[in-house]
């Protein structure tokens, strides 16, 4: 299945200078989600748990979840969960933001796999793995629906140390 025919793109949006790569197509096509979701899944199949990131991360993480019989947890944006959180700011390819995930979520050694749409900056994906690994767990792998390969973000500093862990995404942009 050719996902990039589900993808549409929309430019200057949020800002100017940004090509926004929509997954709505994706999600309205049963066959298509089912697909991306059966990919996803086949790369996280070792992990013993799935952090899902805020927002769109929510999407396919209940589904890979149960492909592979496997739990799932939510990182959010801070302020958005209950209990005691840990948090971490990091900067985005627009812009900067802070992410939290529960003390209770990831238990030592668990091997967890990040799942979201979109690989930019890499600097969500970064602060989850930051995350994850102050609870003492272990990122196996980061699915990505999105890949995008601009020379100018495939050279950030965040995608560089990402690139230490295991990731996959089913359509790249360069």
């Known amino acids: 299945m050719n996902i990039h025919e589900y993808i549409k793109t929309y ?7 940004i090509q926004f790569k929509d997954i ?3 999600l309205e096509d049963p066959k298509a989600l089912k697909y991306v979701c059966q990919q996803m899944a086949r790369n996280c199949k070792w992990a013993d748990k799935i952090v899902a990131l805020d927002a769109r991360g929510f999407i396919f993480a209940p589904m890979i979840s149960k492909k592979l019989d496997i739990p799932w947890v939510m ?4 302020g958005k969960l209950p209990g005691e959180t840990i948090s ?3 900067d985005l390819e627009y812009g900067s933001n802070s992410i939290e995930i529960q003390k ?7 091997k967890v796999a990040i799942v979201d749409d979109l690989l930019a900056t890499g600097g969500t994906a970064l602060a989850a793995a930051g995350l994850i690994e ?5 990122v196996h792998h980061c699915a990505f629906v999105i890949e995008l390969d601009e020379e100018f973000l495939v050279w950030l500093k965040s995608r560089k140390i990402l690139s230490k862990y295991s990731y996959s995404s ?4 360069s």
Do not use: C, N
């Open 24 to 26: 709505s197509p994706i």
């Open 134 to 138: 102050q609870l003492w767990g272990v």
């Open 75 to 78: 990182a959010r944006k801070s």
């Open 11 to 17: 430019p200057d949006f949020p800002k100017t200078g």
């Open 104 to 110: 209770s979520a990831i238990k030592s050694w668990e």
């Open 170 to 173: 089913i359509v790249s942009y």
């Open 88 to 90: 971490v700011s990091y």
